[in-house]
């Protein structure tokens, strides 16, 4: 089979298996709907993208290229969230690993059918910001001109997306929690290293820093021509300034930048086809020395051949709660690292450093947590037992706040007030309950890990 | 005798009916399960485990109709379903032990039971391990070890023994027979003679009917 068939092969399957999920429908539906809430009002209400605290005069190419910054930065990781947790995220591996298949072409081919999905949901945002822009633009309303400032920014970025999404699944360690940290400490990267270097002249070397393509635009149309943008919420100033959205999209080397992206995008595809690991069960860990001691679970106790049969807890809801206490802090590390936490609360300012150790910590283990209990494939036999789901939902929020608890205990003490446990609770509660949530409706853990990445961020910096 | 009882139960998929009109008294004791594939034996298992609602007809737990008496059977229920996602990243006791506290049982006693049910398995030796590291055969283990945790008065098994060696199979055939003194069993299997032998019904499930064999 000619690799060309291959990848329109993989390629095909991959459009199909889009088309017969819900996901792919919520989302042509949810992008256009949600248009109106990434341009901002102004009252400042909606997603602002602001020059030197003042809204832009929102002719048809600023509609355009406001729509693209805020879908190549916000929502990028909501379209990564989509990409790692749709109906394609497993494959049969088993059997294409070790098929004729070139690697590349297959990967190629899902790659492409990634690339289409959000390209589709693109051109349904386009079409609503023209919607937009016939109501709203100053000026002439010019669709033209609100559809390509909105591509030339996101839709190399979402490309880009794409090809990440086959660079993290190629390895094992992407493939695992870790990936969605890689993707997490790459959009921060991409949103900060171009606002570095704004301030050099526009090239295409300089430009192609600018993965999310927000920067050039921005400085290169703004009055002053400096980097004194927003992107995302704030006070915003009355009164909107002009911004030159067609000059700025016109900065030397910032077109053909964009279309780069798109072919690195095409080589980093490759270039995971040619890193690709293949799947195998992880071989038990041999860790040397002191950190293997620490961490290995020892052999079992012995067992009794006579042990009677279990009878039902004296209290199965605290049992339960026990239960999904140890199961949250499952393994040594995590309560290595508990204690790591606890200890940085005795830091001073806690609510920087100790509650966010803290926090990030419980985000892993309990989404971990919160996406076992809820993946699809196990939910049929925890269905069958005793304790109804909303029992069970409730004792993995309340083991979190207990986490959360213990591990702002240190810092209560040493303070003598009540403030840390307060935050640690309060924090630790509506983190469970978003990983819930999120575990419920995806069926894993990695929504719930990825939105509670980016939300423990904000708390961080905030 | 029987505590569960199955009244003209139906069900259908989309248009394709399952079974249709199947009223049988579960015994005490092993009640094998036979048929092509596709029958639909596991749909029956899954309606058995509540796993599963039927489309028509009603299922009563000690003469007390579902939905009623759902949580009282599934407090003394162990299923084995064929498939399960089980989770990679924890070991075989942790979530064994996540299952007890959701069977509502003690986690001390749990946790030695799971102890004995695994030594009598083959699979005592690997428990703290994690389970992706596991072979299809010691998967199949784990989940049939977890479904006899505590004293289940019905046990339901989807194929507990496939993927597993001659021998291996024996062991969990042991522990089947032994339950089923004093527990209702309802499995899938292929022949085994051991099984046979102990027997108290043997069901055919094909062309949408299950019929005494």
């Known amino acids: ?88 995220r497993r494959n049969p591996w088993q059997v294409d690993e070790v098929s004729g298949g070139s690697r590349a072409a297959i990967m190629l081919g899902r790659f492409a059918a990634d690339a289409l999905v959000l390209l589709a949901a693109l051109t349904a945002l386009t079409a609503a910001g023209w919607l937009l822009g016939w109501q709203i633009v100053t000026g002439p309303f010019q669709p033209g001109w609100i559809a390509l400032p909105l591509w030339l920014v996101a839709a190399p970025a979402l490309v880009g997306l794409a090809a990440l999404r086959q660079l993290l699944d190629a390895r094992p360690l992407g ?147 026990l239960a999904e206490f140890r199961l949250i802090g499952a393994g040594k590390l995590f309560r290595y690292l508990a204690i790591i936490a606890a200890l940085l609360g005795l830091l001073p300012d806690f609510r920087h450093i100790g509650s966010p150790a803290g926090l990030l910590l419980l985000v892993f283990g309990l989404s971990a947590h919160a996406g076992r209990s809820e993946a699809r494939g196990l939910r049929q036999l925890i269905a069958t037992t005793y304790t109804p789901p909303a029992m069970r939902r409730g004792a993995l929020i309340a083991a979190s706040v207990a986490w959360a608890l213990v591990m702002s205990l240190p810092a209560a003490l040493a303070n003598w007030s009540l403030d840390p446990i307060v935050l640690a609770g309060s924090t630790g509660a509506a983190a469970a309950v978003i990983a819930m949530l999120l575990a419920m409706i995806s069926g894993s853990g990695f929504a719930a890990r990825m939105v509670l990445l980016i939300l423990w961020y904000v708390y961080l910096s905030s | 005798m029987s505590n569960l009882h199955l009244d003209a139960i139906g069900k259908t998929y989309g248009g394709k009916t399952i079974f249709n009109g199947v009223t049988i008294h579960v015994p005490i004791g092993l009640t094998l399960l036979t048929g092509p594939s596709g029958a639909g034996k596991s749909t029956l298992l899954r309606i058995l485990a509540t796993a599963e609602k039927p489309s028509r007809g009603k299922l009563s737990w000690k003469n007390t109709p579902l ?35 959701l069977k509502g049982l003690d986690l001390t006693a749990a946790d030695a039971q799971f102890g004995a049910i695994t030594s009598a398995i083959n699979l005592h030796g690997d428990i703290n391990q994690r389970i992706a590291t596991f072979s299809g055969g010691m998967r199949r283990r784990l989940v049939f070890a977890q479904a006899l945790l505590g004293e289940p008065e019905l046990i339901i098994l989807d194929e507990p023994t496939a993927e597993l060696d001659d021998q291996t199979s024996g062991l969990l055939e042991a522990l089947i027979v032994e339950r089923a003194a004093k527990a209702s069993v309802v499995m899938t299997t292929h022949a085994s003679d051991q099984l046979t032998a102990h027997a108290a019904a043997s069901w055919r499930v094909e062309g949408g009917q299950v019929t005494p064999t």
């Open chain 1, 175 to 321: 493939r695992r929690g870790i990936g969605e940290l890689m993707f997490f400490i790459l959009w921060m990267a991409s949103m900060v290293i171009p606002i570095i270097v704004s301030e050099r002249p526009s090239s295409f070397a300089i430009n192609m820093v600018d993965y999310s393509g927000f920067v050039r635009p921005l400085v290169a149309g703004s009055p002053s021509g400096d980097n004194d943008f927003s992107i995302g919420g704030g006070q915003i100033k009355p009164g909107r300034v002009p911004l030159d959205s067609e000059r700025g999209i016109s900065a030397p080397g910032y077109i053909s930048s964009r279309f780069a992206w798109v072919a690195v995008a095409i080589a980093l595809t490759v270039l995971a086809s040619m890193v690709y690991a293949p799947h195998s069960a992880p071989r038990r860990r041999r860790i040397a020395g002191l950190l293997a001691r620490m961490l290995a679970r020892g052999p079992p106790p012995p067992a009794i051949a006579s042990a009677p049969a279990a009878t039902i807890a004296r209290s199965p809801l605290a049992t339960l709660l």
């Open chain 1, 1 to 88: 089979m000619s690799a060309i068939a291959v990848a329109r092969s993989a390629m095909t399957v991959s459009l199909l298996r889009y088309s017969r999920s819900w996901g792919l429908w919520l989302l042509l539906l949810v992008a256009p709907i949600g248009a109106r809430f990434m341009i901002a009002r102004d009252d400042g209400s909606g997603m602002q993208v602001a020059i030197g605290g003042h809204l832009p005069v929102m002719t048809s190419a600023t509609l355009g290229m406001c729509l693209g910054i805020v879908v190549s930065t916000l929502l990028l990781p909501v379209a990564f969230l989509y990409l790692r947790s749709n109906v394609t």
């Open chain 2, 67 to 101: 939905p009623a008496a759902r949580r009282q059977l599934r407090r003394t229920l162990g299923y084995a379903p064929q498939a399960v996602d089980l989770p990679d990243d924890l070991t075989a006791r942790e979530f064994a032990m996540h299952m007890a506290a």
